[in-house]
């Protein structure tokens, strides 16, 4: 025929049969082809983020399939969007289909017979995202192909999915980082550049975004949580990731060892079915190199958000090409990629040398279209699940009853916070109208009571309890099995809360709050003499920083003092009375609980003043992901602070700052290397490297006066700047966890993802014990591990580090190290934090090799030259959750530049009203 026709003719005849076959849903519709000007999945191009979400304002216009909204705005301004996606009948009675969702998802007053009624009249709602990790870009691709069929196509398998399950599609759950490493591939083509953005791709959190699902800290995550998690209330949540370009070409549910048991074991197998039916039909279509029940854990809830919702949480992990170009095996082109023996969860080993963008696109594509279909298949099922799962948890009957969280904390600001995260997650909190007794011990009026046997019982109950972590070797007495990602969580420590478990029922008047805030405590009259603060509570840092931009001074006790049956403990703050001050302190203590006191008459004691307008600099590092979130952070609390740029070393560095930080993952390559001006152009100069005229002029600020404060491995550089008097005591850290980020160039490259595989390697031949396998697990004799987990630590809270904390709090501890002292002439420590000495050390999570750690030290202050050194060993700031100890780190940016005042000078304070 096409021999006989003329082309116009041809070419009209096929418009005609494709408008045939779409119509009437998609008539207008334009092929991605055409929309964008190549195929999706091509060698070196992506499409790019705006003009996707386009294409989807497209197919919301052109069908009645596609709904498009902009739920809000991203950290850096971009759009964040949900399409839906369904037959035009369910778009018709969505907010009926919502209602269902939320209505089995509090099954209180439902009896069985009403809700199979609910189930079989509603439809499961699938969520599904893609790159919330911006490196992985295939994903972004394969959504627009996933979108044009199901907009378009009139098979019966497109129907089905489309009459029986709605589709939530976030296009990306970090738009910014698409703008970023899309913008970068096209803007470094054909330029001696990386073509991999060389920072972090989400402004503050980086890789680290898809660790926020309970601290709830980035916009991106509270959009997601809020807008459409806690909104829609979908039945299943399929995240969409890459992994390393040489393991499996496809990781799907099941998930490896262990789980948290607070997930209701309908999910597990919901997971194992959806993730099996992806298996299937990828193997079905010939696809190779399909990977289930290794590398992915599922303890942490930092990841997990869904799994304490009632929802199955759908991983897939696809291998990822060069970003858009190929990859091509470095072994040889013609040797196959990953693993190539055959097994139970790895059926069929993946047999070429090459992998492609178009093949991720691909997988992926199968592997979403499976799980809609399975889902749609079985959709009165997953809604009936989802109601027995929430209906278990209203059911409660185990330990613990409840949790109370004490009315009178040390820091009211980090109750709230505590409280916040729960209520942000959907929880139910309630509070005590009068005084009640709960497992033996009586609580005030105010006291906070939250209940296992709620819906959401399951996130309330893993915040809330300590975690035992399975203690899992690789063989019995061997050494541990990695896990992937941190091993404690327990909220109450991470933030300095007394939260107390309550093992069976209690007579409590408990009213639910509807409107949280900080506890409340009046300000005071002004005083005479000075406003007071307690050194406990955060908040008082947020204070600081707000009177210090205000040019009022603030002083700190240096001693503890007793008046009038009241003892103020050292560290104290001591602000002058005067309406500026009384402004600050007013809107502070209003915002935060922050509870000040007035004074008429001067503590005698002396003090330290602190350096008006402390200028902080923040060696942020390019991608490391500690500096990022220790940049929020900053930003939160209000200091005065600038990210340390190379170009800053050309001048005087006292002239910029008083206080330097080092975050964990800052080397001394970092500093004197840094990156490469050969291979990132001049908007990455200030992560340029200083070299060694720059660490010789670094060491030399600190010993005229600066103040440096490292933490964790940063310790190593400065004692390696400053030759500290500290060595390290526990052996180094091997076994490390694969958490992506600072290391990787794209993809998750998750470390554990082959644990099991280099296990079976090394029984079949133990000759062949690569340098994976040695940088992945422990060998027995040195065995100390500690994958983030809390553990006790002392307190000196008599020193200017320590003010505020308590005798004994838990610390997070990753991968870290503890030192020991060793002698010097020169310089003095003061050990702040130890490890006890004696008793338990482990709080929660999992730890190998205790003894290692008993009385050594854990945070020591260092006097150098006229400078002053802070190292804090353990990550003391760790993805901003751990705030209990953040005192120990503000402390050291403050103090450092502070000057002593005498009890006589600290006593003429009286009213002041700027300093200006
Ligand atoms: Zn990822």
Redesign the pocket.
Known sequence: MRRLSPAPVATVFVIALLSIVSAPASAQVQTPEAFFGFTIGADGELARYPKVLEYFQHLAKQTDRVRYEEIGKTTMGNSFALVTISSPANLKRFDRLVAINRRLADPRGLSDAEAATLAAEGRPFYLLYAT??ST?VGNGQTIVLLGHKLATENSPAVREMLDNAVLLLVPSQNPDGQHLVVDHWYKTKGTNFNRVYPDLYHKYAG?DD?RDWFMFTQKETRMMVERVQNHFKPVITHDM???GSTGSRIFVPPFMDPFDPNIHPILGQEQATVGQAMATALIAEGKEGIASVEGYDQWAPARQYMLYHGQPRILT?IASASLADPFVNPAGKDRPLGPQEARQNFPKPYTKGEWRLSQIVDYGLTAALAGVSHVAKYRTEFLTNFYKVHKDWVRWKGAPYAFVVPAVQRDPLATYELLDVLRIGAVEIEQAASPFTAGGKRYDAGSWVIRVAQPYGAFAKTMLERQIYPDLRLFPGGPPKVPYDVTGHTLGYLLGVDVDPIETAFDAQLTRVSDLKPRQSPLPAAPRWAYAIGPESNAAFIAVARLQAANVPVFRTADARSVAARTYAPGTWIVPPGAEARGVLDAASKETGLVVTGLDEALPVSGYRLKPGTRIGLWRGANNMPGGWLKWTFEQYGFKHDVVSSTDFAGDLSSKYDTIVLPTGITRQTIVGGLDPARNDKSFEWAYGVGEAGWKKLAQWVRDGGTLVAIGNAVDTAQQLLDLPIAKALPEARGRRGR?GAAESA??R?AAADVTRVLRDTFSSPASLSATLRDRVIEPESLFYCPGSLLRNDFDPSHPIGFGMPASWPVFFESDQAYRITPSFGIRPEVVARYPAAGPILQSGWLLGEDLLRDQANVVAFKVGRGYVVTLGSQVHFRAQNRATYKLLFNALFHGPSTMVSADELSRLGPVTSTK
């Open positions: 919330i990790h992985e890789h898809n990731h890459q992994q992990e992506g993809g998750d998750d």
